[in-house]
């Protein structure tokens, strides 16, 4: 019971904090709210350029393109090799009939490409099609199709080569880049936000500082003088938690409704304000966690170190 009653007292005396140093708080809130907004941001657009990239990446193959002397053991043998190498999905075998059946069902619009296929034998190759696991990753695939005894099985470079290779390759980068952004922004801001809560709590200590020598000359212990700076920056937290969430979705409203076009180059505005409202109540208990730990963190560091707490045993 007399735990209870300390720790009713130490969280109206936090919440108290909060309305005597409104100025400081007002502050601090505004920048949380800018940090945990910012996180937000730069999560939801990561995750919407990783589902662009995905479904850029499922729609890249490569085609492996055959010699009309290559045999059915040579084709089986290069497609035992290519799934042997472990960055290969799926592998397609495109027979030379079926080549040319799949580009007249192609053309089917144009009647004088029809009628010019129907006068000649068929130009197309064999392929073999390779759907790998990451385009980001083909080293082994790029390795085994220049070996010496694979390429005297092609009849032209397989279409990993030349623009398309360049695109795949700028794919990769550009993932790459995206996700290392996301996670040095989402570090510097709340290393921004500690600082700043942490100067906070600690001006709201040097204010007080007489009142907490006397409460320490009367015996009051380290947890009933620290509890309320941590209360104060927990709620500083919540606040900015919510502020946030409620920017972000005023946002996506606004978005949603004044935008036509269901995307900006790789950014998909559709899938980003889709995949925010399917999972609000989890990115909205990941916003009070993450605004409540910088809070708290904070308010521990302030507390130990300026006012010099000794951690009991």
């Given at each position: 019971?007399?735990?209870?009653?300390t720790?009713w007292?130490?969280?109206k005396?936090g919440?108290q904090n909060?309305?005597?140093n409104a100025?400081?708080?007002?502050?601090?809130?505004?920048?949380?709210t800018?940090?945990?907004?910012?996180?937000?941001f730069?999560?939801?657009v990561?995750i919407t350029f990783?589902n662009?990239i995905h479904q850029?990446?499922a729609k890249i193959d490569?085609?492996i393109y055959l010699?009309?002397q290559?045999t059915?053991?040579q084709t089986?043998?290069?497609?035992?090799?290519l799934?042997?190498t472990?960055?290969?999905q799926?592998v397609q075998?495109?027979?030379?009939?079926?080549?040319?059946?799949?580009y007249?069902?192609q053309n089917?619009g144009?009647?004088?490409?029809q009628?010019?296929?129907?006068?000649?034998?068929?130009?197309l190759?064999?392929t073999?099609?390779?759907?790998?696991?990451n385009p980001?990753?083909?080293?082994?695939?790029?390795?085994?199709?220049n070996e010496p005894?694979i390429?005297v099985l092609?009849?032209?470079?397989?279409?990993?080569?030349?623009?398309l290779k360049?695109?795949?390759?700028?794919?990769?980068k550009?993932?790459?880049v995206f996700r290392e952004?996301?996670?040095?922004?989402?570090?510097?801001f709340a290393?921004?936000s500690?600082?700043i809560?942490f100067?906070?709590?600690?001006?709201?200590i040097?204010n007080r500082?007489?009142e907490?020598?006397?409460m320490?000359?009367?015996?009051a212990?380290?947890?009933?003088?620290r509890?309320p700076?941590i209360?104060?920056?927990?709620?500083y937290g919540?606040i900015?938690?919510?502020v946030s969430?409620?920017?972000?979705n005023?946002i996506?409203y606004?978005?949603?409704?004044?935008f036509q076009?269901n995307?900006?180059?790789?950014?998909?505005?559709?899938y980003?304000?889709?995949?925010f409202?399917?999972?609000?109540?989890?990115i909205?208990l990941?916003?009070?966690?993450l605004?409540?730990?910088?809070?708290?963190?904070?308010?521990?560091?302030?507390?130990?170190?300026y006012l010099?707490?000794?951690t009991?045993?």
């Amino acid at each position: 019971m007399k735990a209870l009653i300390t720790l009713w007292r130490v969280i109206k005396s936090g919440t108290q904090n909060v309305l005597r140093n409104a100025t400081l708080a007002v502050a601090a809130i505004a920048v949380m709210t800018i940090t945990l907004t910012t996180v937000l941001f730069l999560y939801i657009v990561n995750i919407t350029f990783d589902n662009t990239i995905h479904q850029i990446n499922a729609k890249i193959d490569i085609s492996i393109y055959l010699n009309d002397q290559v045999t059915d053991t040579q084709t089986n043998n290069l497609i035992v090799q290519l799934k042997h190498t472990g960055e290969v999905q799926s592998v397609q075998y495109i027979s030379k009939s079926q080549a040319l059946a799949l580009y007249i069902q192609q053309n089917s619009g144009n009647s004088q490409l029809q009628s010019a296929i129907a006068e000649t034998n068929n130009p197309l190759p064999a392929t073999v099609i390779v759907k790998p696991i990451n385009p980001s990753d083909l080293g082994q695939i790029k390795n085994l199709l220049n070996e010496p005894q694979i390429l005297v099985l092609q009849s032209d470079p397989s279409s990993y080569s030349g623009s398309l290779k360049t695109a795949i390759d700028r794919i990769a980068k550009t993932t790459t880049v995206f996700r290392e952004i996301g996670i040095i922004g989402t570090v510097v801001f709340a290393v921004v936000s500690m600082l700043i809560i942490f100067n906070t709590i600690r001006i709201a200590i040097f204010n007080r500082r007489d009142e907490l020598t006397i409460m320490r000359l009367l015996g009051a212990s380290n947890w009933f003088i620290r509890g309320p700076y941590i209360v104060e920056s927990t709620l500083y937290g919540i606040i900015s938690a919510l502020v946030s969430m409620l920017i972000v979705n005023s946002i996506f409203y606004t978005v949603s409704n004044s935008f036509q076009a269901n995307s900006l180059g790789l950014l998909n505005l559709g899938y980003a304000t889709s995949y925010f409202r399917r999972n609000l109540i989890w990115i909205l208990l990941i916003q009070l966690g993450l605004g409540i730990l910088i809070g708290a963190v904070s308010s521990l560091i302030a507390t130990r170190r300026y006012l010099k707490f000794k951690t009991r045993k």
